[in-house]
């Protein structure tokens, strides 16, 4: 019976088990709107269809979405399975570095129309002729009556601050301006003289002295490295040298006296036509090379005077001591200036260098020379005025045979501003 039974579903087992491969297979679904889908198919109603994909998805699609179903794997799945997986590129941002603006330290020579001032500090030294020149002539006048002389040691100069200032206009190939200096130094004098016994004189005094200089320069040649001007200028020079308490020790035979706040001072005046080259070597865009050198030839005079109280050693009389003198002479000479210019922007600049001045003094005609104390003028016969324009006459003679000058120097630091100014 049971072997009968058996015999009876054999059938029916044939035909479910094709029908269960039907759904454990892998299908290919084609839908509507043009995606295919590779699953396998769970379940399905008259109306919709459950379906697990190959990812791992169960979707349930409704059979009005679905176009076909297929055992045949699609061409396009095919090759996209056999393709290697490929590393997802992410993009490398670029980075682009912002461009510097160009800084333009180019001059066109030839179409310039700015204003240049400068400043600078430094050191200063002033080595002027002061009482040197009297006291040589008074030596020379002496050895012809067998007067013996004094003598002057070399003086010490102990440079003090100095300062520099300008301006200067140019446009296209001409140039004007001012320029300006002062500087000074502590100087010491020291003196022997052996006329009558022995008079010592020593002092420690500043001396100073001030330049102011109006010049026109015109451009007669330029390339990209290379600036060539000729200047021509009126300069001016005012000195000093002054002390307030010259100590001046008198010594004779059998007495001793004393200079007691004694008063030195000199002051010169020279002014005068200048003229000279100035050049300019560029290396490359910022740095400068500036070099000046002018001929002077300059006129003036100096007046000087000594006032001491002399006291003697047994405080006595008090006798007083006067001397003057008003010296008229020319004056020829240089003044050379170089500086070192770095152009921080294109119209900030800084600079070093120096400045150095020299003069030859001539005495010319005009010279009066004088002596006094209490009593009167010494060494003067006021009835016997002929015999003072004597003297006065070989003094200057004298004079003139003598070589006499004056040095200052100046090291400087310093800054410059251009002022541009928009061609017209």
Same mark, same amino acid.
């Given at each position: 019976?049971? *072997? ?45 269809? &459950? ?6 998805? &169960? ?87 067998? =007067? ?20 200067? %206009? ?23 003289? %052996? ?48 002390d307030t308490?010259?100590? =001046?020790?008198? %010594? ?27 050049? =300019? ?6 740095? #400068?090379?500036?070099?000046? %050198? ?6 003036? $005079?100096q007046d ?9 050693? $047994? ?10 003198? $008003?010296i008229s ?56 005025? $002929? ?8 003094? #200057? ?15 400087? *630091? ?5 002022? #541009?100014?928009?061609?017209?």
């Open positions: 019976m049971r *072997l009968y039974r058996f015999r009876l579903l054999l059938p029916f087992v044939f035909f479910l088990i094709p029908a269960i491969s039907l759904y454990a297979e892998m299908k290919t679904i084609y839908l509507k709107n043009g995606q295919v889908i590779r699953a396998e198919i769970l379940q399905q109603t008259a109306t919709s269809m &459950t379906i697990k994909t190959t990812e791992g998805k &169960t979707i349930q699609l409704n059979k009005s979405e679905i176009n076909t179903v297929s055992f045949n794997e699609p061409a396009k799945v095919q090759q996209e399975e056999k393709k290697p997986a490929q590393a997802e590129q992410i993009p490398i941002p670029q980075i682009t570095e912002v461009p510097k603006p160009i800084v333009n330290f180019h001059i066109d020579q030839l179409k310039r129309n700015d204003l240049e001032i400068y400043f600078g500090l430094g050191a200063g030294r002033y080595s002027p002729e002061t009482q040197g020149l009297p006291v040589q002539i008074q030596n020379k006048v002496g050895l012809a009556s067998g =007067t013996l002389p004094t003598v002057i040691d070399k003086p010490t100069h102990s440079p003090e601050l100095s300062q520099t200032y300008g301006a200067i %206009y140019t446009w296209k190939r001409w140039s004007g301006g001012i320029a300006g200096s002062y500087l000074g130094n502590r100087s010491t004098y020291d003196s022997h003289s %052996y006329a009558s016994g022995m008079i010592h004189s020593t002092g420690s005094f500043p001396e100073r002295q001030s330049s102011l200089k109006n010049e026109v320069s015109f451009l007669a040649f330029t390339n990209e490295r290379f600036d060539l001007r000729p200047t021509i200028g009126y300069q001016y020079f005012w000195g000093q040298s002054q308490n010259i100590s =001046t020790s008198y %010594y004779t035979g059998n007495s001793l006296y004393l200079y007691s706040q004694g008063v030195m001072k000199f002051n010169e005046t020279l002014k005068g036509y200048s003229i000279g080259l100035k050049a =300019t070597i560029r290396m490359g865009e910022r740095w #400068e090379n500036r070099l000046e %050198y002018h001929n002077l030839t300059l006129s003036g $005079n000087g005077s000594i006032v001491s109280a002399l006291v003697p050693a $047994n405080l006595s009389q008090v006798a007083f001591y006067r001397q003057w003198q $008003n002479w020319d004056a020829k000479g240089f003044h050379l200036l170089y500086r070192l210019v770095y152009r921080v922007t294109p119209t900030i600049s800084i600079y070093a260098g120096f400045q150095f001045y020299e003069w030859k003094y001539s005495l010319n005609s005009d010279q009066q020379y004088l002596y006094s104390s209490k009593d009167g003028l010494i060494g003067v016969d006021l009835s016997n005025p $002929n015999a003072y324009l004597v003297q006065q006459k070989l003094m #200057e003679a004298i004079g003139k045979t003598i070589n006499s000058e004056s040095r200052s120097a100046i090291l400087e *630091l310093g800054v410059m501003k251009r002022f #541009e100014f928009l061609h017209q």
